[in-house]
């Protein structure tokens, strides 16, 4: 039985202050919850305080990006040992922002999750199509490209894995994703997985939904079995919002 798994990524918000101020409230609301697994992601700047506030709650830390090198002269980049030195359970990697706008690979991707998994850090892959890759039926080639080239050479158990599947034109564009949109594209997710990784490594691999997740939604995609769990954007910058999407049953 693979247990949900909803987690926050924060982007570019929130100062250092204002982090420990959303955590320290998120512990109150969430302090019961023990059938949802629940990851913050917050800046770089704020992982350290974050991390500190979480102490003695079930809410884990995530990062939001990592390099593959241990160390050496890569200005502004972080490390593997750094985040695990910082008590990180899980890094996002490739998401749609870094891919778009940072010049994220499926190389690079392959890169850091291979550098994260050493490391034992838990790692959320993401992959999703745009707007115009669905427009023109690429769906299905493109995310199982992202899947296989972002995976290969990784070695099961997937136990520290996630796949996040973020439909692109879904995040901030006016179109909506369906829950039997998300549902058809994690069953190829998964079929990929199998082909790679053998069937009961896919079964037990979580892949969560991210593409405008609210407290309106939530319960859409959570209601069908194949999807496990979500990734969080905006709607995870207000406590009451992100409690009401973790408590959505």
């Known amino acids: 039985m693979r247990k949900p798994f909803i987690a926050g990524n924060w982007k570019m918000y929130k100062t250092v202050p204002e982090a420990v101020r959303l955590v320290k409230q998120l512990r109150v609301m969430l302090d019961d919850m023990e059938d949802v697994e629940v990851a913050v992601c917050p800046p770089f700047t704020a992982l350290h305080a974050v991390g500190e506030a979480l102490k003695g709650s079930g809410i884990k830390l995530g990062a939001q990006d990592v390099y593959w090198e ?49 490391h034992n850090l838990g790692v959320i892959v993401c992959v999703g199509e745009t707007l115009e890759q669905r427009q023109a039926g690429e769906t299905e080639d493109v995310v199982r490209i992202q899947v296989e080239q972002g995976l290969v050479g990784i070695e099961a158990p997937l136990e520290k894995l996630v796949i996040a599947y973020e439909p692109v034109w879904a995040i901030g564009t006016g179109h909506n994703a369906t829950a ?20 009961d490594q896919a079964d037990a691999t979580r892949i969560q939904y991210g593409g405008s997740v609210k407290p309106n939604n939530i319960q859409e995609f959570m209601a069908r079995e194949t999807i496990d769990g979500a990734l969080v954007g905006g709607a995870s910058l207000d406590a009451s919002s992100f409690a009401q999407i973790v408590k959505y049953k």
Request: glycine residues 8%; aromatic residues 8%; proline residues 3%.
């Open 70 to 118: 241990n160390e050496g002269a890569y200005t502004s980049q972080i490390a593997p040992p750094m985040l695990a030195d910082l008590g990180v359970d899980y890094v996002i990697i490739g998401h749609s922002e870094r891919r778009q706008y940072f010049g994220e690979t499926d190389v690079t991707v392959n890169k850091k999750v291979k550098a994260a998994l050493a």
């Open 180 to 199: 039997d949109d998300a549902e058809t594209v994690i069953s190829l997710i998964r079929r990929t997985l199998g082909v790679m990784f053998g069937r």
